[in-house]
């Protein structure tokens, strides 16, 4: 088998704040390997955000080993994290985080624009325009995130996780500020773009969309409760 994206090994996560302590994840075992598309499931409080938070480098774990593409976190620098997470993880939450004062092209764009190695402008607008092209966006370029509906933002918003073609996509409540219309597309936009070979990872409380996943993590109380297997999708 090859080297998965993510491995996580007794993963633990505990909170302190004002001298109560949280357990917000124990013993997370868990593999992501090139092309899965999983989602992550379970009650409010469970632990979702917060794991996928330590698989995206944004967080750290208090117990347990995470490996990025073979690489033990723990042993990187926090430079070489940071260069991780800005090359190889895209990011997608509730909350489109676009900019507003930027144009559709101009947000799309910045990643590249902050990046180490530089990108030449027409290296850059051939980039954004696939982009924008891969999410049906393209004809949106010019506008402002306040001219377009909330789920025409959130395909921006993947547009722009996109860009710096990073290894995986790690996604947070996709759906949380879309009525249901604008939900279903969204997610049909993920499932289209895990056929063309993105990996993903999806959080979600909706059961309905965590079924559209290949392999479904169920979590309770910061544990996993249950997981579908990679090869064929029975309970274990
Ligand atoms: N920064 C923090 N400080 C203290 N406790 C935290 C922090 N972040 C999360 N927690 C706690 O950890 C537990 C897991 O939280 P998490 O946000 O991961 O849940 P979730 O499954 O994403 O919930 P939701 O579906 O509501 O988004 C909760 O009990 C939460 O209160
Ligand atoms: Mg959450």
């Given at each position: 088998?090859?080297?998965?994206?993510?491995?996580?090994?007794q993963l633990g996560?505990?909170?302190?704040?004002?001298?109560?302590?949280?357990?917000?994840?124990?013993?997370?075992?868990?593999?992501?390997?090139?092309?899965?598309?999983?989602?992550?499931?379970?009650?409010?409080?469970?632990?979702?955000?917060?794991?996928?938070?330590?698989?995206?480098?944004?967080?750290?774990?208090?117990?347990g080993k995470?490996?990025?593409?073979?690489?033990?976190?723990?042993?990187?620098?926090?430079?070489?994290?940071?260069?991780?997470?800005?090359?190889?993880?895209?990011?997608?939450?509730?909350?489109?985080?676009?900019?507003?004062?930027?144009?559709?092209?101009?947000?799309?764009?910045?990643?590249?624009?902050?990046?180490?190695?530089?990108?030449?402008?027409?290296?850059?607008?051939?980039?954004?325009?696939?982009?924008?092209?891969?999410?049906?966006?393209?004809?949106?370029?010019?506008?402002?995130?306040?001219?377009?509906?909330?789920?025409?933002?959130?395909?921006?918003?993947?547009?722009?996780?996109?860009?710096?073609?990073?290894?995986?996509?790690?996604?947070?409540?996709?759906?949380?500020?879309?009525?249901?219309?604008?939900?279903?597309?969204?997610?049909?936009?993920?499932?289209?773009?895990?056929?063309?070979?993105?990996?993903?990872?999806?959080?979600?409380?909706?059961?309905?969309?965590?079924?559209?996943?290949?392999?479904?993590?169920?979590?309770?109380?910061?544990?996993?409760?249950?997981?579908?297997?990679?090869?064929?999708?029975?309970?274990?």
């Amino acid at each position: 088998m090859t080297t998965p994206i993510i491995k996580v090994q007794q993963l633990g996560k505990v909170f302190s704040t004002n001298d109560m302590l949280t357990h917000a994840l124990q013993g997370i075992e868990l593999e992501i390997q090139q092309g899965e598309y999983i989602s992550i499931s379970g009650p409010s409080g469970c632990g979702k955000s917060t794991l996928l938070s330590i698989m995206g480098l944004l967080d750290f774990p208090t117990t347990g080993k995470l490996f990025f593409e073979g690489k033990d976190i723990s042993q990187l620098s926090m430079e070489q994290t940071a260069a991780i997470r800005n090359k190889k993880i895209g990011f997608i939450f509730q909350q489109f985080n676009l900019i507003d004062e930027l144009s559709i092209y101009d947000n799309i764009a910045l990643p590249l624009r902050y990046a180490k190695q530089p990108t030449s402008d027409k290296k850059i607008k051939e980039k954004v325009d696939y982009c924008l092209d891969v999410v049906g966006m393209l004809s949106k370029a010019g506008r402002r995130p306040t001219q377009l509906s909330g789920g025409q933002q959130q395909c921006i918003a993947i547009a722009r996780a996109l860009v710096a073609e990073p290894s995986i996509l790690l996604v947070d409540e996709p759906t949380g500020n879309l009525d249901s219309k604008n939900s279903d597309q969204i997610m049909a936009t993920l499932e289209a773009l895990n056929n063309q070979g993105t990996t993903l990872c999806v959080v979600t409380h909706d059961i309905r969309y965590a079924e559209m996943a290949k392999r479904k993590v169920y979590l309770l109380d910061g544990r996993i409760l249950g997981q579908t297997r990679f090869d064929h999708q029975s309970m274990y």
